[in-house]
């Protein structure tokens, strides 16, 4: 069982966490995001194409805490982008389609990473690993993905734009970073500066509780998706300690199928479920990380 923070242990903890990233965080993933978009410019096969370099995650979303220590950066082929249920003659865009293949992708972005780098991590199924070097840069992960577009009528210009990544154990993930990073900015902005800050609390709680070996380590992202599905009006009332404690009770009642049920939980993308096939968290990590870190924190009552 984790040990219990006493109520000043906790308040003194929050004062700290409340505040975003400093100026040498956002300059880390600067410096990773350029340092990238480099190796890509520089690359010969890359010329001339329509490819985004960009942060993604909790760096750009400035929900990062001391433990996120890998900067994610995406490259992005534009042209031809991908969907589903279109045959791609329909583009217009047969013949090209086939020259970037998800192989041919990877490949010519490991290429450029090497040229840039030296050598690169390639054994994960999703991203490259580029380590640290102390002085010059911070460690970054680089996923190749292509540009990938869900039609729907009730979406501006009538689209959700995201990205395809084909991992090297043949299954496609779709990503939603841009819908993340905008909507994670709106829902900041309703609430008074508290969604990130209550965030950066529960992924700080999970961090100790993970080195204190109460839960297992879960993606950081994961307490972003159960805090965006908390209302605003949650997040305002009282004062900052209230925000986070009441944040959890609601967490809590969701995964207990009390007034929205677990299953109507949406990523902060909000197009994505929470739970559900392909996702690499259940409900039970969910309920284990809530009661771990209403215990921790020292909060009294019932959840």
Not at 108 to 119: D, M, P
Request: with cysteine; proline share 5%.
């Amino acid at each position: 069982m984790a040990r219990q923070l006493t109520v000043t242990q906790r308040l003194a903890l929050i004062n700290r966490w409340k505040n975003p990233p400093g100026p040498s965080e956002q300059l880390r993933l600067a410096r990773a995001e350029r340092m990238v978009k480099e190796a890509v410019d520089r690359h010969g096969p890359f010329r001339g194409l329509d490819i985004t370099v960009a942060a993604k995650g909790s760096y750009p979303n400035k929900t990062n805490v001391r433990g996120d220590s890998d900067v994610d950066i995406m490259v992005k082929l534009n042209d031809p982008f991908h969907t589903d249920g279109v045959a791609p003659w329909w583009f217009g865009e047969q013949a090209d389609a086939g020259t970037w293949t998800a192989t041919t992708l990877r490949e010519e972005v490991h290429a450029a990473l090497t040229n840039r780098f030296g050598w690169v991590d390639a054994d994960h199924n999703i991203a490259f690993y580029v380590p640290e070097v102390v002085g010059s840069h911070p460690s970054i992960d680089v996923v190749p993905c292509f540009k990938w577009v869900k039609y729907d009528f009730s979406a501006p210009g009538g689209q959700y734009v995201g990205s395809v990544v084909h991992g090297r154990n043949r299954k496609k993930v779709i990503n939603w970073p841009e819908l993340q990073l905008a909507n994670g900015r709106a829902k900041n902005s309703d609430t008074n500066l508290r969604y990130k800050f209550v965030v950066r609390v529960l992924k700080n709680a999970e961090n100790d509780l993970t080195t204190q070996g109460v839960i297992k380590a879960l993606p950081s992202y994961f307490s972003e998706c159960l805090i965006y599905n908390v209302p605003d009006h949650v997040l305002l009332a009282g004062d900052f300690d209230d925000a986070v404690r009441e944040s959890l009770r609601e967490v809590s009642r969701q995964l207990s199928g009390i007034r929205f049920g677990s299953q109507r939980m949406m990523e902060p993308n909000g197009i994505k479920k929470v739970f559900g096939e392909g996702q690499k968290w259940t409900e039970k990590d969910a309920r284990d990380l809530v009661e771990g870190a209403w215990y921790y924190l020292g909060y009294k009552g019932c959840r």
